[in-house]
């Protein structure tokens, strides 16, 4: 048995649950487990590659018996990246370095690279996804999704890593369930104008619209649908936005809801896992139903729906007229004013938008959870930015706003007590007086996700799952296994080393 097989065969073997010390003592005895796990992941990771560095070393052997300098430096600088000490690589430089007329290959020979290549990175992609599944029953889903996602970039075409993110192939391409569904119905994706049915695909292209059968420039049906009684609908894999602002605009909005959603899951997978594990490796958890979104073009319609739908509470409106919008746990849906200057605007929306999501999918009773919970993990992920792809991910380190905020009040003396934060209300902590304290916890969790290479992780997401299902009595310093000092302490000494 390898030593993660049998760290993990520990970790399946403790016990579920247990009050109180007992259960801090259990989380104790499972964390190392995973530290353990997690020590072992770069052994792992170099056992996984052996096969596939033999090949590339196989492929480069070839390609230097043909003259293919150019070709064989690339392989064996991506053998280097995989393991500096690959002990092939002395003798492939030398030979590669005793080149002196290279060649270039030609048709027949760059179709047989090609072939090696794909042959030997689909079998690399399978071994990655055996080493995630691993993981995956050691209760490291993060660490599982990150070797999945590697997978990915050796075969994209990889079943296992595919089906786990919940994907299912349509012809020749993997697409999400939503996306299948629309296919299925003979739509197709319109960039700047979303889903629309596939006969009307080619004119909307152009920039046209049909609206009751009647063909109009998009800029004709935008004033149309600026009415809050015919406002757009967009559906998203996770979202139902209800815009009154230009379509392209609301396309837009409604892939980087779907991208945050994304975002969300991956940060926050032991969460979404919290009371859904299974055996086989399943990163998607979708809510009950899609989430409603309105989002007003004009600030004095989103003015309008604010005070009919917060009527009798004259407070809460004057507050929120001033604000970009707002996720009401009272309607489940979030109301967005496009018309707020950026960057504020879209650092609120994510940020709302992340309490929606984490609020809805728990369906999460009126107060909960404490003020500092909910912003911590909804503040630490508003700032997730979207990629060329625009896959969305959070910046690390102090490159992180939050983290490099804290850094600086810490070297200064003003960053608030953790003691303090916990036991604040919303009154307290959202005091105007007090405006470090979003930043300190949004800091607080980001130590908490990343410290020790995520040993944390699974026992904070759970606390805050659990203090979102409004579980009574619910400690962060049982579920960490350390008091507040002590808390402290290694945050600062977090914030020091960044």
Same mark, same amino acid.
């Given at each position: ?53 033999? $090949? /590339? %070393?196989? #492929?480069? !052997?070839? =390609? ?7 070709? @064989?430096?690339?392989? +064996? ?35 047989e690279l090609a072939t090696r290549l794909k042959a030997a990175r689909t079998a690399r992609a399978a071994a990655l996804a055996n080493l995630a599944a691993t993981y995956h ?6 660490? $599982? /999704? %990150?070797? #999945?996602? !590697?997978? =990915? ?7 296992? @890593?595919?089906?786990? +993110? ?74 139902? =936005? ?93 109301y967005f004013n496009q018309a707020a200057p950026e960057p504020f605007r879209t650092l609120f929306r994510q940020n709302q938008v992340a309490s929606q999501i984490l609020s ?139």
């Amino acid at each position: 048995m390898t030593r993660t097989a049998a760290l993990i065969a520990l970790c399946l073997l403790l016990p579920g649950s247990a009050p109180g010390g007992e259960m801090s003592q259990r989380r104790t005895a499972e964390r190392q487990t995973r530290m353990s796990a997690l020590r072992d992941l770069p052994e792992a990771l170099k056992r996984s590659n052996e096969p596939y560095l033999a $090949a /590339l %070393g196989s #492929v480069c !052997q070839w =390609l230097i018996g043909l003259q293919a300098k150019d070709e @064989a430096g690339k392989l +064996l600088a991506e053998m280097d990246g995989l393991n500096e000490k690959n002990s092939a690589s002395p003798a492939l430089k030398k030979s590669l370095e005793a080149i002196a007329a290279p060649a270039a290959l030609d048709e027949a020979k760059q179709k047989e690279l090609a072939t090696r290549l794909k042959a030997a990175r689909t079998a690399r992609a399978a071994a990655l996804a055996n080493l995630a599944a691993t993981y995956h029953r050691a209760s490291l889903p993060r660490t $599982a /999704l %990150g070797l #999945v996602m !590697q997978a =990915l970039d050796s075969d994209p075409n990889n079943a296992v @890593a595919r089906q786990a +993110l919940g994907q299912v192939l349509v012809g020749t391409e993997w697409k999400d369930a939503f996306a299948a569904q629309q296919i299925q119905k003979g739509n197709v994706y319109v960039p700047d104008m979303g889903w629309v049915q596939g006969a009307l695909a080619e004119r909307a292209k152009k920039g046209e619209w049909c609206e009751n059968g009647r063909w109009m420039p998009i800029d004709e049906a935008d004033k149309l649908h600026k009415d809050t009684a015919k406002p757009w609908t967009i559906e998203t894999q996770h979202f139902n =936005l209800v815009s009154t602002a230009p379509r392209k605009i609301s396309v837009q909005v409604a892939a980087e809801l779907d991208g945050l959603r994304q975002a969300c899951n991956r940060e926050y997978l032991d969460f979404f896992m919290r009371e859904r594990r299974s055996p086989q490796m399943q990163f998607t958890q979708p809510l009950p139903k899609k989430m409603l979104v309105h989002f007003f073009g004009e600030k004095p319609d989103y003015d309008a729906v604010i005070k009919k739908e917060f009527k009798n509470q004259l407070a809460v409106q004057i507050i929120l007229l001033l604000l970009p919008g707002i996720y009401s746990a009272t309607t489940h849906a979030s109301y967005f004013n496009q018309a707020a200057p950026e960057p504020f605007r879209t650092l609120f929306r994510q940020n709302q938008v992340a309490s929606q999501i984490l609020s809805e999918y728990t369906q999460a009773p009126a107060g909960n959870p404490k003020a500092w919970i909910g912003t911590s993990v909804c503040g630490s992920v508003q700032y997730a930015l979207p990629d060329d792809a625009g896959h969305f991910s959070l910046p690390v380190g102090h490159k992180h706003p939050a983290v490099g905020k804290a850094a600086e009040m810490l070297q200064q003396g003003t960053l608030p007590p953790l003691a303090t934060l916990f036991t604040l209300d919303a009154g307290g902590f959202w005091n105007p007086l007090m405006p470090g304290n979003s930043e300190a916890i949004s800091a607080f969790c980001r130590f908490l996700m990343d410290t020790k290479d995520g040993a944390y992780a699974l026992d904070f997401q759970e606390f805050v799952y659990d203090s979102y299902k409004g579980v009574k009595n619910a400690s962060l310093n049982d579920y960490l296994g350390m008091d507040n000092a002590t808390l402290e302490q290694e945050f600062h000494e977090y914030l020091k080393q960044q």
